[in-house]
């Protein structure tokens, strides 16, 4: 029986998104109101900052001690004897690891002259990067984040724990998901794949959000991969504030260092079909840190993670289909909704035949034959 825990959804919220989510009455990027700031009103596009309140995340965590140690997979990419396929693989590999994250998206200017530039986002968290599957041709990097806050007078709450989001990984992949509007998904054949690595993106609650594909570059400090320009679903942070445009059209740049690692977002902002509205750049900053004992993090993924097992293998059979189209809701409630209190169910009490079955009922609710 699928029962709501108001007191976890609202930490889902707060911790995993970290969002300040403005109601939907201001949906179009060009309002009047006297904040406003319009591309044909200034000189410079980047420096906006003095002049323009940021959204996003406002909570305070603990202070973390960044780890500048290479990772042993760094250490293992820059031998020289490894062959191009396995450098890729050290370098998909580098990025796992414990890390404190900051997430920053600018939108950078609009079709229109006068074209009201949203105010520039800003988020972050603390959260490990962990290997679920190492194959020769495949890797799987599931996130999950763990969170401390600190209050106005110091006092610290936590640890909150959410399985955040995951990233597939191909090699020579001739087939790619691609985004079409409305959560519709469908697969098709690409080429020109010799020696790229496909990047599946899954939502926190692993559905799929976008894939792209691309090759890996290689130097003496840093490792680089560029992906092709693709399809994807707006993000929440966009969602939750905006309904003037269709999709995103993104191309992906990471960047894996001794340090950590770096993604890299240019995304345009389509109406569908093909009408471009406007651009942003998006950077997610990945820097190791060693203070953070992060082992509730690994116990709670240690208790659910034969259930998110479950949750990928009834994925995998619907991504399988040519088409896949998905409900925003059933019964009023999205599916992460559904997914994260089967999760609990199943860290509290773990049972594997029920959680197949709740995890097959609840997917199928959301698949929508009517597409």
């Excluded at 990984?169 to 080429?191: F, G, H, M, Q």
């Excluded at 997917?363 to 034959?369: A, C, G, H, L, S």
Aim: aromatic residues 14%.
């Amino acid at each position: 029986m699928y029962t709501v825990n108001i007191m976890k959804i609202l930490a889902y919220f707060l911790i995993i998104f970290l969002i300040a989510i403005s109601p939907l009455n201001n949906t179009s990027a060009e309002s009047n109101d006297s904040k406003d700031i319009y591309q044909n009103q200034i000189n410079w596009l980047l420096d906006r900052f003095k002049y323009q309140d940021i959204r996003g995340g406002t909570t305070r965590g603990l202070d973390v001690i960044l780890d500048t140690a290479p990772s042993e997979n760094f250490i293992k990419l820059q031998n020289l004897s490894l062959d191009k396929k396995n450098k890729d693989r050290m370098a998909i590999l580098s990025m796992v690891g414990e890390y404190r994250v900051g997430f920053e998206f600018l939108e950078t200017f609009g079709s229109r002259d006068n074209y009201r530039l949203d105010k520039p986002y800003q988020s972050w968290g603390t959260e490990m990067v962990i290997v679920i599957k190492d194959e020769p041709n495949f890797i799987s990097l599931q996130h999950v984040m763990m969170m401390y806050f600190k209050d106005n007078d110091g006092n610290t709450t936590g640890p909150y724990i959410q399985k955040h989001w995951r990233q597939d990984w191909r090699y020579e992949d001739s087939k790619i998901l691609n985004y079409r509007k409305n959560k519709i998904w469908e697969t098709d054949k690409v080429s020109n794949i010799d020696k790229t690595w496909s990047q599946t993106v899954y939502q926190v609650d692993d559905s799929p959000r976008y894939e792209s594909f691309g090759k890996w570059v290689h130097s003496k400090s840093a490792s680089r991969w560029v992906s092709q320009s693709t399809p994807r679903p707006l993000p929440r942070r966009e969602f939750s504030v905006r309904n003037d445009y269709s999709l995103l059209m993104g191309l992906n740049k990471i960047t894996v260092m001794s340090w950590g690692w770096v993604m890299e977002e240019m995304n345009e902002k389509i109406i569908s079909p093909n009408n471009f509205l406007g651009s942003e750049y998006g950077i997610a900053r990945y820097q190791r840190i060693s203070n953070y004992d992060f082992k509730p993090a690994y116990d709670y993924w240690d208790k659910t993670k034969d259930y998110w097992s479950i949750v990928r293998n009834k994925w995998t059979e619907v991504l399988s289909n040519k088409k896949v189209c998905l409900l925003k809701n059933v019964e009023g409630k999205p599916l992460y909704l559904y997914k994260f209190n089967y999760a609990e169910e199943y860290k509290n009490n773990p049972n594997n035949k029920q959680a197949f079955i709740d995890v097959d009922n609840i997917v199928t609710k959301f698949i929508d034959n009517d597409c």
